[in-house]
């Protein structure tokens, strides 16, 4: 873990301590602080930290997404409330900076052909041989269920063999995203599936330490990085060329692992439409089995109705700048 080397090092140190204190993880804060120690350590007048109109230069000068900009500002602010908070005397000098505007995304929407050419690719890579098959097998299941049940990349990596229950056909997810816990119901041939992996693994390991469902190694799990690629080399096989587009204030994003995820929210809500279901009904239900804290966070994943209007509104976009 990289350390602070600004002035304002241990300050920093101590706000994070402080924020871990409170239960919160310090990975996603300590980035963006890192970014602003990095740019104070370059400005040759260190009282200038207490003026607005440095940090409307931080934020000009940055080059980023304005969805980074904003979230670097936002731990800049929360850091200097902390110092105000210790010094009664002291003020935000953030507290009026505004952040730029933030652009629209639509996310990539696999349609269900495309989904299942995509799984089919990926079990076409498991290897026979004793040394490969299992964590081969690993990985093409841990990509099934991010396209059967939605869940984050680090989600079934990070499950225990205790966490899969066979007889209820359940897996259950501890600290997700919001720190919450859940236990979710997985298809039935997903749970085949798997329990066909369990057996095998019993079979060709004979003794078997490894606590985690999805192996990558001796006592190790698989790693995302390791995941992803194996994405990005499918994607790349069933021809699905779409890179990140950015037209107007619209972001239009590539095919990402997480792209799993938005297209089975948004598939399984026109599914749920197709058999005249109210979505109302079925948004808390989906918000629930995604680990959402309140189902509006679903709904963000339902800025379009299926990759077939995705691609419609991609290609109205496109034309629009063209003519203008």
């Not at 964590?135 to 079934?156: H, M, Q, T, W």
């Amino acid at each position: 873990m990289k350390p602070f080397k600004s002035f304002l090092s241990e300050e920093l140190e101590a706000f994070i301590a402080y924020r871990k204190g409170l239960g919160y993880s310090d990975k996603q804060i300590r980035s963006p602080l890192r970014t602003f120690d990095k740019y104070i350590r370059r400005q040759p007048d260190h009282s200038s930290i207490w003026n607005p109109h440095f940090y409307i230069d931080f934020r000009d000068e940055l080059g980023l997404e304005p969805s980074t900009v904003n979230t670097t500002l936002y731990a800049v602010r929360c850091f200097f409330e902390y110092l105000r908070r210790k010094q009664n005397n002291l003020n935000n000098p953030l507290k009026d900076v505004p952040g730029l505007p933030q652009r629209a995304f639509i996310p990539f929407v696999f349609s269900p052909e495309q989904i299942e050419f995509l799984l089919d690719v990926v079990c076409g890579r498991i290897r026979r041989k004793k040394r490969m098959f299992l964590k081969d097998l690993s990985e093409y299941l841990v990509v099934l269920l991010l396209a059967r049940c939605g869940l984050r990349i680090n989600e079934p990596l990070r499950l225990k063999l205790e966490h899969y229950r066979p007889d209820e056909k359940t897996i259950y997810i501890e600290k997700t995203k919001f720190k919450k816990d859940r236990l979710i119901p997985i298809p039935i041939p997903v749970a085949q599936q798997i329990d066909n992996y369990l057996s095998s693994r019993a079979t060709l390991i004979e003794h078997d330490i490894n606590p985690y469902l999805f192996i990558g190694g001796p006592q190790k799990r698989l790693g995302d990085n390791r995941i992803r690629f194996i994405f990005h080399d499918a994607v790349s096989q069933i021809g699905i060329n779409s890179p990140r587009k950015v037209i107007g204030d619209t972001v239009f994003g590539k095919p990402t692992p997480h792209s799993l995820r938005h297209s089975f929210a948004i598939n399984t809500l026109k599914s749920a439409i197709a058999r005249k279901q109210s979505p109302q009904n079925v948004l808390p239900v989906l918000a629930a089995y995604m680990g959402h804290v309140e189902y509006r966070h679903t709904m963000k994943y339902l800025r379009v109705v299926d990759a077939k209007s995705r691609t419609s509104l991609l290609n109205f976009a496109g034309t629009r700048r063209e003519e203008s």
